[in-house]
């Protein structure tokens, strides 16, 4: 298993769509070796990510409660994960902004 992965059964709250999605995610970037995405692997890409988070999800729901909650909490749910994720999703959205305006920028 891709110790990467974090278990989702028993969270509370439970697991979210962006927690199923990025446990997915890393279990198809561990089983393919695909480390970055590119134009030819992103359709077959995002295809494993969907069927294997709605596989997940679907798993999640129709097992029974944990009577122990999971020993560690998800990335997403850590705060210093949560600010680096939206420190990219910020640089990315601005990169996007210059690119729509024509700004000068570096890459």
């Known amino acids: 298993m891709c110790r990467n992965i974090t278990t ?14 990025a446990a997915a ?3 198809v970037r561990k089983v393919t070796g695909i480390t970055k995405i590119t134009d030819v692997t992103r359709e077959a ?9 709605a596989a997940t999800a679907q798993a999640l729901a129709d097992l029974p409660e944990r009577r122990n909650p999971p020993s560690t909490v998800p990335p997403l749910r850590r705060e210093d994960v949560a ?13 996007e902004r210059m690119h729509q305006h024509g700004l000068p920028h570096s890459h």
């Open 8 to 21: 989702l059964r028993g969270l509370e709250p439970p697991a979210t769509a962006d927690e199923i999605e």
């Open 25 to 27: 995610v890393q279990y």
């Open 45 to 53: 890409f995002d295809a494993a990510v969907a069927a294997v988070a």
């Open 83 to 95: 600010a680096r994720v939206a420190a990219r999703q910020a640089a990315r959205e601005e990169h």
